[in-house]
């Protein structure tokens, strides 16, 4: 069986990162995917979907030092739920995206010393270079 979502999106609000007292990163943020379509009379209309997303540890740091409110990312994992009791005692479920891969579809500036370099997706703490 698979369980895997692959979204683009821009980012509704800056990631909210936390250490939890193992040391270990946690970072979440809301991205919204759009999606455009004609409506019966012919015009173009926008549905958007908000998105809550989890990074833990080199993803959270990712996150944290690359991206902002607005900035567009690419996120690669799988959905969740669970459950949480809010602060009047009530049970809640929310449904969640656990990110294994992310990175930032901003343009990066270029430095004198060259070319940027390509960008590099990040998987539970390890950098790969993508074949392009």
Do not use: C
């Amino acid at each position: 069986m698979i369980n895997k979502v692959t979204l683009v999106g821009n980012l509704g609000r800056d990631p909210e990162i936390r250490t939890l007292e193992t040391g270990v990163k946690v970072g979440t943020f809301s991205l919204a995917t759009n999606e455009n379509y004609k409506d019966k009379n012919d015009n173009w209309q926008t549905l958007t979907e908000w998105h809550n997303i989890v990074v833990w540890r080199g993803l959270a740091e990712k996150a944290e030092r690359e991206l902002k409110k607005g900035s567009l990312a690419f996120v690669e994992g799988k959905i969740t739920h669970r459950k949480y009791t809010d602060k009047e005692g009530v049970e809640k479920t929310t449904t969640e995206i656990v990110a294994n891969t992310l990175y930032s579809l901003e343009k990066r500036e270029q430095g004198a010393s060259g070319p940027i370099p390509p960008p590099t997706i990040e998987q539970g703490g390890e950098k790969d270079d993508l074949p392009f």
